[in-house]
C-alpha cells in the first residue's frame, strides 16, 4: 500500500472539518464580500475529502488480498463491525444534540432512514457496501479492473441524470429505468460509486499502471487545477455554470493521488498521526461544531461579531478536541476495549 496514503488520509480529514467548519461558522458569524469568498474556496477544498477516503479504503481491500482473500466473510466481518458500530454510536449521539440544540427530530422510522441513508455521515452506508461486495470485487478487478471501472462509472453517470434529470433536456428516461436507482444509495452512488474501485483496482495494477500515472502526473494536476479554477468562476463569480464540475474533478485527483511524494506532504508527521484518527475524527467532529454553535447562539451570541474568532476556533476545537480524546482513551487501558466501538 503506498506510503503516503496514511497522511493523505490526514488531509482528508482536516478539509473535511475545514468544509465543516465554515459552513457552521456562516451560521454563526456571518461574513460577506472577499472573506466569503475566500472561505467558500477554502469549502470547496472539501469536494475532494471523501473521494480521497474511498479511493484509499478500496487500495487498503487491495492490499489487504494481495495474496487471497482466503476467509472473506471474516475480513467483511471484521471490516464492517470496525466501520458500523462506530457510526451507530456517533449518529446517536448527533440525532440527540440536534434534538436539544436544533430542536430537530424525526419519527421513529424517520431516525430509521437516516441510519440507513447515513445522515449525517453520509458516505458510511456506500463503504459498507463495497466492503461487503469486496471479494467479488477483487476477484473482478484482478482480471478485468478496466472493465469494473468502466462499467461502474457508466452506472454512476446513469445515477447522475437520474440525479439531475434537467441536464437531459427534453429526453425522458424508459420508465423501466427506475428500477436501476438503488434505494438507500442512490445519492452516495451518483456522488462517489466510481472511487472505491478506482483505489482498489489502482492498487491491484499498481505495477503496470504507475509508469502512466507518473508519466502524466504533471498533466493530470493541471487538469485538477484548471477544473478547480472552473468551479471557482461557477461558484464564486457566476462566470460559467458547470455543476457537472463537482463529478469530475475529483476523478481526475484519482490519477494524481497515487504518485504522490510522500516527502513532499508538508506537516507530514501532523497528517499521519491524524490520519491514523481519521475516523474517529470525522464521526465525532460534527457533534463537536453542533454544540459549539448552539453554546454561542445561546449563550454568547455577540461572539457572532467576531469571525475572526469564530472560524479559528472552530476548526481548533473541531480538530483538536476529537484527537485529545482519542489520544487520552487510547492510553488508558480501562478504554482500550471500548475504544474501537466509538472510534473504530
Known amino acids: 500500500m503506498n506510503r503516503q496514503y496514511g497522511a493523505m488520509s490526514g488531509v482528508a480529514i482536516v478539509l473535511i472539518v475545514l468544509n465543516h467548519t465554515v459552513h457552521f461558522g456562516f451560521q454563526a458569524a456571518p461574513v460577506s464580500g472577499i472573506v466569503r469568498d475566500v472561505l467558500t474556496v477554502l469549502q470547496m477544498l472539501g469536494a475532494f475529502a471523501v473521494p480521497t477516503f474511498l479511493f484509499i479504503s478500496g487500495a487498503f481491500v487491495a492490499y489487504a488480498a494481495r495474496g487471497k482473500l482466503t476467509h472473506p466473510l471474516k475480513f467483511i466481518q471484521h471490516s464492517v463491525s470496525r466501520i458500523l458500530w462506530p457510526y451507530l454510536f456517533w449518529s446517536l449521539v448527533y440525532y440527540v444534540v440536534i434534538f436539544f440544540v436544533l430542536k430537530e427530530r424525526y419519527s421513529g422510522p424517520g431516525y430509521v432512514k437516516n441510519l440507513l441513508v447515513g445522515f449525517p455521515y453520509h458516505f458510511i452506508p456506500l463503504i459498507i457496501f463495497y466492503y461487503i461486495l469486496s471479494p467479488l470485487l477483487v476477484k473482478i478487478g484482478r482480471r478485468h479492473g478496466l472493465l469494473l471501472l468502466l462499467a461502474i462509472g457508466l452506472y454512476q453517470l446513469f445515477l447522475i441524470f437520474m440525479q439531475n434529470p434537467e441536464w437531459l433536456g427534453s429526453f425522458t428516461p424508459p420508465g423501466w429505468t427506475r428500477f436501476l436507482i438503488p434505494p438507500v444509495l442512490f445519492n452516495t452512488m451518483a456522488d462517489w460509486a466510481i472511487f472505491f474501485p478506482m483505489g482498489l483496482v489502482f492498487s491491484l495494477h499498481n505495477k503496470g499502471l ?96 467576531f469571525p475572526i474568532i469564530v472560524y479559528p476556533l472552530f476548526f481548533i476545537i473541531a480538530l483538536g478536541i476529537p484527537m485529545f480524546t482519542m489520544e487520552r482513551l487510547a492510553r488508558i487501558a480501562q478504554t482500550r476495549k471500548v475504544y474501537k466501538y466509538v472510534f473504530g
Open 210 to 305: 504507475r509508469p502512466y500515472l507518473l508519466h502524466f502526473k504533471w498533466v493530470s494536476v493541471g487538469i485538477v487545477i484548471v477544473l478547480f479554477s472552473l468551479a471557482v468562476l461557477d461558484n464564486i463569480f457566476g462566470l460559467i455554470s458547470a455543476p457537472w464540475l463537482q463529478y469530475i474533478l475529483p476523478v481526475a485527483f484519482m490519477f494524481v493521488l497515487p504518485v504522490i511524494n510522500r516527502k513532499s506532504i508538508p506537516l507530514l508527521k501532523q497528517f499521519e498521526k491524524v490520519g491514523k484518527r481519521s475516523y474517529g475524527v470525522y464521526l465525532s467532529h460534527l457533534v463537536v461544531l453542533t454544540l459549539a454553535v448552539g453554546l454561542i447562539q445561546t449563550y454568547i451570541p455577540g461572539l457572532g461579531a
